[in-house]
């Protein structure tokens, strides 16, 4: 779900980027919040995403 909502994402990104990709893309709510809630800080790729995510 996570990799849908992030789909055409040209990394490195800020978290505001990031949900606005995820916003553009139609991502479920669920996706959006746990992105807004991500540490402010730019991430280089989407499996860095999922691993601030998973801790």
């Given amino acids: 779900m996570l990799r849908q909502a992030l789909q055409g994402a040209v990394f490195p990104l800020s978290v505001e980027q990031l949900v606005r990709v995820a916003r553009e893309n139609e991502g479920p709510a669920a996706i959006l919040s ?18 601030a995510l998973e801790g």
């Fill in 34 to 51: 746990l992105l807004s809630g991500l540490p402010r800080r730019e991430f280089r790729s989407l499996e860095e995403v999922e691993f």
